[in-house]
């Protein structure tokens, strides 16, 4: 369990953000979503890089990811009983998540949006985050009025065993972002088996 701000998170369950059941209707290598290269991993030089002034604490209301068409609403997200994430419903394929009782986009430390890679039609919200490229825009709009706007740091794929709860949840100083889906291939006797994550850090407003 790690910590953001005063409440305890566990590493997402990777079942719940994607079921991989569709994929069994053709062939995995042909539907299967993207995943990360090794050259979009994080730079040692990532924290360095300029970041926007942090602003006010704000609900968020929706993210787009203009790299990979991706214009959907966010609900806001608790944790489940057994301390993981909980998951916007599997049955709305253009929906994600927020993590509610922890840190808003663009306020100082570590944000947290979820959203699924498919349901048991088709892809869904979060299909091509594998796809996204170092140096990539991600806007989210807020209830202030406001957007934030993050350049994406990395783009990152890790197994379920050797989810890196601290990198992926840990406090951060600055205004940072992270993205998540279901990821690291897919088996039809163990479903999706890792996790793949956006890293981002805010560089803008409007």
């Excluded at 953000?17 to 042909?30: E, I």
């Amino acid at each position: 369990m790690r910590r953001i701000g005063d409440t305890a998170i566990a590493a997402v369950t990777v079942v719940a953000l994607g079921s991989g059941v569709w994929l069994l209707g053709g062939t995995a290598g042909t539907h299967a979503p993207p995943q990360p290269s090794a050259a979009e991993g994080r730079p040692e030089a990532a924290e360095e890089r300029l970041t926007a002034p942090a602003l006010p604490p704000s609900p968020p209301t929706r993210i787009r990811i203009p790299g990979i068409r991706v214009n959907a609403p966010l609900m806001g997200l608790g944790l489940t009983k057994s301390g993981s994430l909980d998951v916007p419903p599997a049955s709305n394929k253009n929906l994600a998540g927020w993590y509610e009782a922890g840190t808003a986009p663009g306020e100082p430390g570590t944000a947290i949006v979820a959203g699924h890679v498919d349901n048991t039609e088709g892809p869904a919200v979060f299909y091509d985050l594998g796809a996204l490229k170092r140096g990539a825009t991600v806007e989210v709009d807020r209830k202030d009025g406001g957007v934030a706007v993050f350049t994406v740091d990395a783009v990152e794929v890790y197994q379920a065993r050797d989810f890196p709860d601290e990198k992926v949840y840990g406090a951060a100083k600055r205004p940072e972002l992270r993205v998540i889906t279901c990821g690291g291939g897919y088996s039809k006797t163990t479903g999706y088996q890792g996790n793949v994550v956006v890293f981002a850090h805010l560089t803008g407003s409007r």
